[in-house]
């Protein structure tokens, strides 16, 4: 089942700053809401560079796996 738009924010808000800090996460929503930020432009530039259907498969596999071998810990 999908999340609703506020579970999404908070999920996304929680990794943010798990990965990043506080203070960073917010300096990051600033600069998303100050600068014309085009996220599909920057998708095809960056998201997947370099990799191809093959390296994101096996990346997948990896993080399946781990995940599984997380789950039984």
């Known amino acids: 089942m999908a ?3 506020s579970e999404l924010k908070s ?3 929680s990794i ?3 990965q990043v800090g506080s203070v960073e996460m917010e300096r990051f929503i600033m600069l998303l809401n100050r600068d014309a930020f085009d996220y599909t432009e920057w998708r095809k530039d960056n998201l997947f560079q370099g990799e191809t259907v093959d390296s994101l498969c096996d990346q997948i596999g990896q993080f399946q796996a781990a995940k599984a071998e ?3 810990i």
């Open 3 to 5: 999340m609703t738009d």
């Open 70 to 72: 997380y789950a039984r």
């Open 11 to 13: 999920k996304c808000f």
């Open 16 to 18: 943010l700053a798990e």
